[in-house]
């Protein structure tokens, strides 16, 4: 079993940023991939951001490129989600994910484990 604790959600003015960590425990944390999710009102969840097992490889979904960086610190058991140049339609509650291997995927079906989620509401 993998418990998954987001934090730093909030409400932000568009072009500001946001730092989102998330906090695992429960199995070796450098073992498995990380990944952020994102549902808005009304849509489907969708792909964020994903990181190997070391860091060494990340991916992004397009509309969050230059704009988003995931980071892990396998030492804190933590992964992080920087968001910067946030807009309006980045509103979302956003959940991070561990995966069922240590690459990176961009897929739910690859994720095992999921937090609860913490609310992004950016203001226009």
């Known amino acids: 079993q993998v418990q998954l604790a987001e934090f730093g959600g909030g409400l932000v003015q568009a072009g500001g940023s946001l730092r989102l960590s998330c906090a695992a425990s429960?199995?070796?944390?450098?073992?498995?991939?990380m990944g952020w999710f994102r549902q808005a009102p009304g849509k489907e969840r969708e792909f964020v951001a994903t990181i190997n097992w070391s860091g060494s490889d990340t991916y992004y979904t397009d509309s969050v490129k230059g704009r988003f960086t995931i980071s892990r610190d396998n030492a804190k058991n933590t992964v992080y989600l920087q968001m910067n140049s946030l807009k309006p339609e980045d509103t979302a509650v956003y959940y991070c994910?561990?995966?069922?291997?240590?690459?990176?995927?961009?897929?739910?079906?690859?994720?095992?484990?999921w937090g609860q989620g913490t609310q992004v509401t950016v203001s226009s």
């Open positions: 994910a561990a995966g069922s291997s240590m690459h990176i995927t961009a897929t739910q079906r690859g994720y095992d484990y």
């Open positions: 429960g199995r070796t944390f450098s073992n498995y991939a």
